[in-house]
């Protein structure tokens, strides 16, 4: 039995087969469905043989306006799905505003787990995933987009970015000047027939991509890794400073991820270092 509520439904990013069984259950149920584009989604709802059913655009212009529509709908025990051209609402796509309204209104929000483009480039990277950073679209302006790739440039968290294909060359050149041995994966056209996923450091991708230049085409997903100190690199002296300071207040499990974040130091040479500290006291 499906409740009264607004429900954030993820929709395929490509492969249909990858919708829940409760996500077609819910939009099979929905009084009302709320689109990021009624056009688009109609395409999405025949496939997935749900028939007529009452449907209004929700998109970044009008997520205010239709927060009464959907409260009214809730409030008369009326079931309605928030439903994005692909993935999951709020995810570098419409809602949060809706979401944010409601939720202060005292309208019951549910949220189903589905597809995400952000998450399966993630688990698809082969990249550190116990910590990571989502950055949706990345700036288009030169300046902007120089300023949040260097943001990242000694980041011990893994980044997630979508990018366009007009863009990513440009986007890859400026990552390369930071940082050209930068572990990287991209993901194109996930889960949708031609996908691919070019796991490499960012000189070899440029390279490679500049030789098939055929695939600079489709939907991306940027996954960048974390930063790695070279392994013949000292400890800065501020780190060593850090970690000396820290020690007696804190494990050293605990000092050295600290300091590894705000210095950006590998933690295991951080660890090394520790050791050698404890055992000289």
Do not use: W
């Not at 590894?260 to 006291?281: C, H, I, V, W």
């Amino acid at each position: 039995m499906i409740e009264s509520a607004l429900y954030l439904v993820p929709t395929p990013i490509g492969n249909l087969d990858d919708i829940t069984l409760r996500a077609i259950e819910v939009l099979k149920s929905a009084t009302l469905i709320a689109a990021e584009d009624t056009r688009h989604s109609k395409i999405l709802l025949t496939k997935l043989g749900i028939g007529a059913v009452k449907m209004i655009s929700c998109n970044d212009h009008n997520e205010a306006e239709r927060a009464d529509i959907i409260a009214t709908e809730v409030a008369a025990g009326g079931i309605v799905a928030l439903i994005s051209d692909a993935g999951t609402p709020m995810i570098s796509d419409p809602g949060y505003k809706l979401t944010a309204t409601l939720t202060q209104r005292g309208v019951k929000v549910i949220a189903l787990p589905g597809p995400c483009a952000a998450i399966t480039a993630l688990c698809a990277a082969a990249l550190p995933t116990d910590k990571f950073l989502f950055m949706g679209f990345l700036p288009v302006k030169d300046k902007e987009l120089t300023e949040k790739l260097q943001s990242i440039a000694h980041s011990t968290t893994t980044t997630v970015f979508y990018e366009s294909p007009r863009r990513i060359m440009t986007t890859l050149a400026k990552l390369k000047a930071i940082d050209p041995e930068r572990k990287v994966a991209l993901c194109r056209e996930l889960t949708k027939t031609f996908e691919s996923i070019y796991r490499m450091t960012v000189s070899e991708l440029i390279t490679y991509l500049e030789e098939h230049s055929d695939e600079v085409r489709g939907e991306f997903v940027l996954v960048v890794g974390p930063y790695e100190q070279a392994q013949s690199e000292e400890l800065s002296a501020k780190a060593k400073e850090a970690l000396t300071k820290l020690l007696p207040a804190l494990k050293v499990k605990e000092a050295c991820a600290l300091v590894a974040d705000l210095t950006g130091e590998s933690r295991n040479r951080l660890y090394d270092y520790a050791l050698t500290l404890k055992n000289q006291s």
